[in-house]
């Protein structure tokens, strides 16, 4: 301002929240009589407001308080006043705001460090609405707060005891709850000297003063331009013909010292940004005639032993590639299974003795030396893999082009009792060009071994399915029939009239007992064997099964059938039914379910039976894994079908079995029952 004329020019700076917050009326009215008091004898030429609240206050006043001066303002908000013209500095702190959210994703709670006055929370609630919509990484929720309407020294109190996930971002600090006033600047020194968390703000008076810094506003270049305005104005031109300049005037501003303090690397600032207040080390001043120096030391030495280098790494290389070589031919046989290793087209890069073994066996001679034998070609001629050679050379080509990361396969060699089991495991070579190391593994013995456990579970499981139905036989055609006689012989006492009443209740009692009893055997008779499972088939035994534990467990089991029926064997049947009958017995003993649902369904190729609860289940990853489940994963391996069991805590369990349907069974051919 000062140079705006020759003449001595007089600046007179006064501050509208030293006498409270507007607007308040009563306090404008004083502030309108200090004006007049204090500036009667004085010639003013120009005003200039900072802010909405002094425009306002002036825009109603000026020519009542100073009749020749013309008005000149700063917004940071577009406003329109008539008769005066000035510069529009959008007001923009979420830049600030979102960076600093950038710099500390761990934050989770933005902290708004602002006053009680009206200048002080303008616009601070459309900024908590805009922080709310900013985008975090799923699962954090971004909590977004103002400093409570308290006391400076409460605040300075609130801001020492700040959690780790908080990030601070000063607006401004006119005025406290008890009315006290500050210069925002000192306010936001002090508050840093006291707060946990790294505090930034768009100002740059902040800048040096506690601020981290951020997307800062650059006052001195508006201060620039509202003085060439005032040029304008004070040379004559009227303030209503100027045309309202509308500015960007901000830019990312740090501070070296708050940078150091929260452990802020340099490389993780916007590109472009000014860090000012820097403290140059040593290494950081000199660093250009060190590595200076450093370069021409290197230079010279490169030249004097460069010959010397060449030399030494030829010869190294080659000793390192005839040992790479030999041990290369060394591991490979040491392996003790046949193994391949082809390059990303498919050629033979090298194999063992084993590999040589097999062409020779199959009239092929082995190329010695040579890096490109089609291995793709020879296979297919060779017809490797049988059948499946095509489908098997398919998955090596993609192991070998880096598009799968393993292949397996298990095929049989030879026929009868000379037959043997291979598995042919492939995995990517490691390296730039792509390709796979190939190793045929014997497992004969362990297939052997898997069926002859599977006979061994299998004739276990028939067992005890026999005795179940011996067990069941016995209770339901002797205990169960003996225990109707001596029913029936109390239930005659009972009602005998040359016996006491004493004897008789006695008796009744007896008979209801045994009763109970007899059903009790009935029942325990029905879960060791189902007899509709033999004579009515799945669908009508699992119908039975979900009405018994209906009744007997008070938690309501629905079937649900879909498809066509079918009359499954009695070997597919029975593993099906002892499926769904464990599955129950695991929700009535751990799922606090209200309700059960069984699906059977029909397809053309298999049959799936499904069992579903409401209750609490349980985390499969941990747990699932007990005898009943091991043995329905036992029935189905007999029957060739899969078992799956899906569970969340707090979401149910599902339990299905899937049986493959090989050929069709006729519905004539049923199993019946042993003769008892």
């Given at each position: 301002m000062a140079n705006l004329s020759d003449n001595q020019v007089s600046v007179y700076v006064e501050t509208l929240g030293e006498y409270g917050p507007a607007p308040d009326p009563r306090l404008e009215a004083d502030f309108e009589k200090f004006l007049s008091r204090k500036y009667t004898s004085a010639h003013i030429d120009l005003l200039i407001a900072v802010g909405s609240p002094p425009l306002h206050f002036l825009a109603a006043r000026y020519t009542r308080l100073f009749p020749n001066a013309k008005l000149l303002y700063l917004l940071f908000d577009p406003e329109s006043v008539p008769h005066t013209t000035g510069l529009i500095l959008p007001w923009n702190p979420m830049p600030t705001s979102a960076l600093a959210l950038r710099l500390h994703p761990e934050a989770q709670r933005v902290l708004l460090i602002t006053g009680t006055s009206f200048a002080d929370r303008e616009g601070v609630q459309e900024l908590v609405q805009m922080l709310k919509q900013y985008s975090r990484p799923a699962g954090k929720e971004l909590k977004v707060e103002v400093l409570p309407a308290i006391s400076f020294t409460h605040a300075q109190k609130y801001l020492s005891r700040l959690s780790p996930d908080t990030i601070c971002v000063f607006i401004s600090y006119y005025t406290d709850s008890e009315g006290e006033v500050f210069v925002p600047t000192n306010a936001l020194q002090a508050f840093s000297r006291v707060s946990t968390r790294p505090i930034y703000s768009n100002w740059d008076a902040g800048i040096g003063r506690g601020s981290v810094g951020g997307s800062v506003v650059n006052m001195v270049e508006a201060g620039k331009t509202v003085a060439s305005l005032a040029g304008r104005v004070l040379a004559g031109e009227q303030p209503g013909s100027i045309t309202p300049i509308r500015a960007e005037l901000q830019s990312y501003r740090f501070d070296w010292s708050q940078l150091m303090r929260w452990d802020i690397r340099l490389d993780r600032l916007p590109a472009g940004s000014l860090v000012s207040n820097r403290d140059y080390g040593f290494w950081e001043k000199y660093r250009r005639w060190i590595f200076g120096g450093a370069f021409?030391?290197?230079?010279?030495?490169?030249?004097?032993?460069?010959?010397?280098?060449?030399?030494?790494?030829?010869?190294?290389?080659?000793?390192?590639?005839?040992?790479?070589?030999?041990?290369?031919?060394?591991?490979?046989?040491?392996?003790?299974?046949?193994?391949?290793?082809?390059?990303?087209?498919?050629?033979?890069?090298?194999?063992?003795?084993?590999?040589?073994?097999?062409?020779?066996?199959?009239?092929?001679?082995?190329?010695?030396?040579?890096?490109?034998?089609?291995?793709?070609?020879?296979?297919?001629?060779l017809q490797e893999f049988g059948e499946r050679t095509a489908v098997t050379l398919e998955g090596i080509r993609s192991v070998c082009e880096g598009n799968r990361p393993r292949f397996e396969l298990e095929y049989p060699?030879?026929?009868?009792?000379?037959?043997?089991?291979?598995?042919?495991?492939?995995?990517?070579?490691?390296?730039?060009?792509?390709?796979?190391?190939?190793?045929?593994?014997?497992?004969?013995?362990?297939?052997?071994?898997?069926?002859?456990?599977?006979?061994?579970?299998?004739?276990?499981?028939?067992?005890?399915?026999?005795?179940?139905?011996?067990?069941?036989?016995?209770?339901?055609?002797?205990?169960?029939?003996?225990?109707?006689?001596?029913?029936?012989?109390?239930?005659?006492?009972?009602?005998?009239?040359?016996?006491?009443?004493?004897?008789?209740?006695?008796?009744?009692?007896?008979?209801?007992?045994?009763?109970?009893?007899?059903?009790?055997?009935?029942?325990?008779?029905?879960?060791?064997?189902?007899?509709?499972?033999?004579?009515?088939?799945?669908?009508?035994?699992?119908?039975?099964?979900?009405?018994?534990?209906?009744?007997?467990?008070?938690?309501?089991?629905?079937?649900?059938?879909?498809?066509?029926?079918?009359?499954?064997?009695?070997?597919?049947?029975?593993?099906?039914?002892?499926?769904?009958?464990?599955?129950?017995?695991?929700?009535?003993?751990?799922?606090?379910?209200t309700s059960v649902h069984v699906f059977f369904v029909n397809e053309p190729a298999r049959s799936i039976l499904r069992v579903e609860d409401d209750g609490v289940g349980f985390d499969h990853a941990g747990g699932g894994n007990g005898i009943g489940v091991l043995s329905m994963r036992e029935r189905m391996q007999l029957v060739h079908g899969t078992l799956d069991i899906l569970s969340k805590a707090g979401e149910g369990t599902s339990v299905q079995a899937v049986?493959?349907?090989?050929?069709?069974?006729?519905?004539?051919?049923i199993r019946m029952p042993a003769a008892a």
């Open positions: 021409v030391i290197i230079v010279q030495a490169l030249l004097i032993f460069n010959f010397i280098r060449i030399h030494l790494a030829r010869s190294r290389a080659e000793r390192a590639l005839a040992k790479g070589e030999r041990l290369k031919t060394s591991v490979l046989e040491s392996i003790g299974k046949r193994v391949v290793v082809l390059d990303a087209e498919g050629n033979i890069i090298t194999a063992n003795h084993y590999w040589d073994e097999y062409l020779r066996a199959h009239g092929r001679k082995p190329r010695k030396g040579s890096r490109k034998t089609p291995y793709f070609g020879l296979a297919s001629v060699v030879g026929s009868g009792e000379d037959q043997n089991w291979i598995l042919l495991v492939v995995t990517p070579l490691e390296h730039a060009d792509g390709g796979a190391v190939m190793i045929y593994l014997n497992v004969t013995q362990s297939k052997k071994d898997e069926a002859a456990i599977r006979s061994l579970s299998g004739k276990l499981i028939s067992a005890q399915e026999d005795e179940r139905s011996r067990i069941a036989r016995e209770l339901h055609d002797d205990i169960n029939q003996q225990l109707a006689l001596v029913a029936i012989q109390a239930q005659c006492l009972s009602v005998s009239q040359a016996a006491g009443m004493v004897f008789r209740q006695q008796a009744k009692d007896l008979w209801e007992k045994v009763t109970l009893i007899s059903s009790d055997v009935q029942a325990l008779s029905h879960r060791l064997y189902s007899t509709k499972l033999d004579y009515l088939g799945l669908q009508a035994a699992l119908g039975g099964l979900c009405r018994e534990f209906t009744e007997q467990q008070y938690i309501a089991a629905t079937l649900h059938v879909e498809g066509e029926g079918r009359r499954l064997d009695h070997e597919t049947s029975l593993a099906l039914f002892r499926v769904a009958q464990e599955s129950l017995r695991n929700v009535s003993k751990h799922s606090h379910a049986v493959p349907i090989h050929a069709p069974h006729s519905a004539d051919a």
